[in-house]
């Protein structure tokens, strides 16, 4: 349903004596993105107070260094290439392909450490060719452009799809003799207007989001009702069919754990097959293109440490590599903001809020009450006599509701995941924004000033917002970007 603009002025009007203080300072100079944040990486590393282990008092920590190295491991079709070694990194093993996107998680989380999002150099050309493999780069792929997955939309029947579908065949590599798949028709694709794209989304802090307990997700989405109907905001939650609970990880908040979704990158992006997903996607079609005994990714069943040389975590050592990706996430620490915020970014933050971003863009969430196991309990959730209500709750700032709102036609890819249909996304977490390159579901755009009025268009439950902005003196806007980049 496309919404009055004319509905809006009256509360415009109780924005604009907020705003018109900020008019009075600044130049009326056009506003523009301050650009990606330099300095240090305010992210890529372990969550402080991870849990100790007795006689290991450094477990937690450990496993996470561990876990930290199989996220940037790189893997080839047998095992047998290391390249690693060129990046300084692990060799990951066995695995790829038939079909894969990349060799590696930290590949396209990337920036602005492992674990983040596309890097500003894509490595989706180099790999095209890589070892003697004879791929054509998608036109949709640039050296300068995002690490891209793509999805069809329909089926050539007519039904929808919706799946990734790989860029990229192992055919012609030297470790995969004998295997002669084709690569996707993209260029066709592309003419009949059957491709959507994705860019990865970042992993920072992801063992906090996995702990926000459903209700308290519910209760914060509850707690600005009013002003999401003034502003025509509904939106909600997507759910997993299997248990009914609210699913959080995706643009389209589709999947329900960083295991599932390891998982599923696992053998989406990569090809590896695993104990989630046991089956090469194209097992049975391609039998000249399968080189392993599969689950490629199984459990260690012998006793020895099958690591050499240890990696100094046992619990790494004997996880599977699915585990072991999600051991990382779960235990790294959300990107933090500037240590001293501009005043215009303070100023900013105000606006931010006075617009009606945190309409979706929730700036504070917290985790359940009876704390998260991966965390030191004594510190985190000090012991309380039985009975009275210990204070385990972590609070957070992702700047997400995760609940899935309708973007219209303007963003919209026409592919339906979970009950997000092909209108909806994930109000996008904006923590770590400042140190990112790429934005929105597909990349499209660099430029904040863009991202922002891109959540403009019919049907779009932003408008509101939007307008809100688009009637902001420049200096405000200028300090709401700058707020953006501050994060
Ligand atoms: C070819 C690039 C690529 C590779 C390789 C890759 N990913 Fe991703 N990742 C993506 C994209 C694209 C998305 C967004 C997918 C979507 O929502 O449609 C994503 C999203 C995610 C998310 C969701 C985060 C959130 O904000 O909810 C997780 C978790 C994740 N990836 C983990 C992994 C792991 C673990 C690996 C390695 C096994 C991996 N990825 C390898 C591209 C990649
Ligand atoms: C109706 C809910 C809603 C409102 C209101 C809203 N956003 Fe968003 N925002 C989203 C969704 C959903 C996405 C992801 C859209 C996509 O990628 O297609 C997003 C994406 C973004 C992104 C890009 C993030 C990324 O990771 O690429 C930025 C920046 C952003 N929003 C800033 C803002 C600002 C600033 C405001 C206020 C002017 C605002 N948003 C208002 C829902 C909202």
């Given at each position: 349903m496309s919404r009055d603009r004319s509905s809006y002025s009256a509360l415009l009007a109780s924005f604009a004596?907020?705003?018109?203080?900020?008019?009075?300072?600044?130049?009326?100079?056009?506003?523009?993105?301050?650009?990606?944040?330099g300095g240090p990486p305010g992210a890529g590393g372990p969550l402080p107070n991870l849990i100790t282990c007795g006689v290991n008092p450094g477990c937690g920590q450990a496993f996470f260094t561990a876990a930290q190295v199989f996220f940037t491991s790189v893997f080839s079709v047998t095992g047998g290439i290391d390249d690693g070694a060129a990046l300084g990194v692990t060799n990951g093993g066995p695995g790829l392909g038939p079909r894969f996107n990349l060799?590696?998680?930290?590949?396209?989380?990337?920036?602005?450490?492992?674990?983040?999002?596309?890097?500003?150099?894509?490595?989706?050309?180099?790999?095209?060719?890589?070892h003697g493999a004879n791929n054509v780069v998608p036109p949709f792929i640039t050296k300068n452009g995002p690490v891209r997955e793509a999805r069809f939309v329909l089926n050539p029947d007519g039904t929808p799809d919706g799946q990734v579908h790989e860029l990229y065949v192992i055919s012609g590599r030297s470790d995969a003799p004998g295997c002669d798949i084709e690569q996707e028709d993209f260029p066709a694709a592309i003419a009949a207007n059957n491709v959507i794209y994705r860019i990865p989304t970042p992993t920072f802090g992801l063992g906090l989001v996995e702990g926000i307990s459903d209700l308290n997700l519910v209760t914060a989405f509850n707690s600005n009702q009013a002003l999401k109907s003034q502003l025509?905001?509904?939106?909600?939650?997507?759910?997993?069919?299997?248990?009914?609970?609210?699913?959080?990880?995706?643009?389209?908040?589709?999947e329900k754990s960083l295991l599932m979704f390891s998982g599923q990158a696992y053998l989406v992006e990569m090809g590896v097959t695993n104990e989630?997903?046991?089956?090469?996607?194209?097992?049975?079609?391609?039998?000249?293109?399968?080189?392993?005994?599969?689950?490629?990714?199984?459990?260690?069943?012998?006793t020895q440490d099958p690591v050499s040389p240890p990696t100094g975590s046992?619990?790494?050592?004997?996880?599977?590599?699915?585990v072991n990706f999600s051991t990382f996430m779960r235990l790294s620490a959300p990107p933090t903001p500037v240590t001293s915020a501009s005043a215009s970014a303070v100023r900013g933050s105000v606006v931010f809020n006075n617009i009606g971003c945190q309409?979706?863009?929730?700036?504070?969430q917290q985790t359940a009450v009876n704390g998260l196991a991966f965390l030191n309990s004594s510190s985190n959730c000090p012991p309380t006599p039985a009975g009275s209500s210990a204070s385990c709750e972590v609070t957070l700032n992702p700047y997400s509701d995760f609940a899935v709102h309708n973007m219209g036609y303007g963003l919209a890819d026409r592919v339906t995941q979970g009950v997000a249909n092909g209108q909806e996304f994930r109000s996008a977490p904006l923590w770590g924004i400042?140190?990112?390159?790429?934005?929105?579901?597909?990349?499209?755009?660099?430029?904040?000033?863009?991202?922002?009025?891109?959540?403009?268009?019919?049907?779009?439950?932003a408008n509101a917002v939007i307008n809100n902005y688009n009637l902001l003196p420049p200096q405000s806007k200028q300090d709401l970007l700058d707020f953006l980049r501050s994060l």
């Amino acid at each position: 349903m496309s919404r009055d603009r004319s509905s809006y002025s009256a509360l415009l009007a109780s924005f604009a004596f907020a705003v018109g203080a900020f008019a009075l300072s600044g130049p009326a100079s056009a506003q523009q993105d301050p650009g990606v944040r330099g300095g240090p990486p305010g992210a890529g590393g372990p969550l402080p107070n991870l849990i100790t282990c007795g006689v290991n008092p450094g477990c937690g920590q450990a496993f996470f260094t561990a876990a930290q190295v199989f996220f940037t491991s790189v893997f080839s079709v047998t095992g047998g290439i290391d390249d690693g070694a060129a990046l300084g990194v692990t060799n990951g093993g066995p695995g790829l392909g038939p079909r894969f996107n990349l060799n590696q998680c930290a590949g396209c989380h990337a920036q602005p450490a492992a674990g983040g999002t596309s890097p500003r150099v894509n490595p989706q050309v180099a790999i095209a060719t890589l070892h003697g493999a004879n791929n054509v780069v998608p036109p949709f792929i640039t050296k300068n452009g995002p690490v891209r997955e793509a999805r069809f939309v329909l089926n050539p029947d007519g039904t929808p799809d919706g799946q990734v579908h790989e860029l990229y065949v192992i055919s012609g590599r030297s470790d995969a003799p004998g295997c002669d798949i084709e690569q996707e028709d993209f260029p066709a694709a592309i003419a009949a207007n059957n491709v959507i794209y994705r860019i990865p989304t970042p992993t920072f802090g992801l063992g906090l989001v996995e702990g926000i307990s459903d209700l308290n997700l519910v209760t914060a989405f509850n707690s600005n009702q009013a002003l999401k109907s003034q502003l025509g905001v509904s939106g909600h939650f997507n759910i997993n069919p299997d248990d009914g609970t609210i699913t959080r990880f995706g643009w389209k908040a589709q999947e329900k754990s960083l295991l599932m979704f390891s998982g599923q990158a696992y053998l989406v992006e990569m090809g590896v097959t695993n104990e989630l997903f046991p089956n090469k996607r194209d097992n049975e079609t391609t039998p000249s293109c399968q080189f392993n005994v599969l689950p490629e990714d199984m459990t260690i069943f012998g006793t020895q440490d099958p690591v050499s040389p240890p990696t100094g975590s046992t619990a790494s050592d004997f996880s599977t590599g699915i585990v072991n990706f999600s051991t990382f996430m779960r235990l790294s620490a959300p990107p933090t903001p500037v240590t001293s915020a501009s005043a215009s970014a303070v100023r900013g933050s105000v606006v931010f809020n006075n617009i009606g971003c945190q309409a979706c863009h929730v700036t504070q969430q917290q985790t359940a009450v009876n704390g998260l196991a991966f965390l030191n309990s004594s510190s985190n959730c000090p012991p309380t006599p039985a009975g009275s209500s210990a204070s385990c709750e972590v609070t957070l700032n992702p700047y997400s509701d995760f609940a899935v709102h309708n973007m219209g036609y303007g963003l919209a890819d026409r592919v339906t995941q979970g009950v997000a249909n092909g209108q909806e996304f994930r109000s996008a977490p904006l923590w770590g924004i400042g140190q990112r390159i790429f934005f929105l579901h597909d990349g499209r755009t660099t430029d904040l000033v863009q991202a922002i009025l891109d959540h403009a268009s019919p049907q779009s439950e932003a408008n509101a917002v939007i307008n809100n902005y688009n009637l902001l003196p420049p200096q405000s806007k200028q300090d709401l970007l700058d707020f953006l980049r501050s994060l």
